[in-house]
């Protein structure tokens, strides 16, 4: 799945909370998750992998931010919300 915004983002643009609830709905309303979730608007690299419960386990859905690439990495991070981890690398100039 392609997206501007990103759903996940701590570079030079924020996460987009409604973006990700359109993610959200649209895959319910199909019955589906995507393999990849990959959006740009943020002018570096990251990479999030967000868990969620799927019908046969614990999906990974990797979400790529690439918006232009990274000279210098950043911290990793991880939090939680509610039964839901999201695991966070990223790059930026």
């Known amino acids: 799945?392609?997206?501007?915004?990103?759903?996940f983002s701590r570079g030079?643009?924020?996460s987009s909370a409604l973006?990700?609830?359109?993610?959200?709905?649209a895959c319910a309303t199909a019955g589906v998750q995507p393999d990849l979730v990959l959006a740009a608007h943020s002018h570096d690299y990251q990479r999030y992998?967000?868990?969620?419960a799927g019908a046969h386990g614990e999906l990974e859905i990797p979400f790529i931010v690439a918006g232009g690439g990274g000279r210098v990495s950043a911290p990793t991070w991880q939090w939680r919300t509610g039964s839901e981890r999201t695991t966070c690398a990223t790059r930026s100039p």
């Open 1 to 7: 799945m392609a997206v501007h915004h990103p759903p």
């Open 12 to 14: 030079s643009h924020s």
């Open 19 to 25: 973006m990700l609830a359109d993610i959200d709905d």
């Open 49 to 52: 992998t967000r868990f969620v």
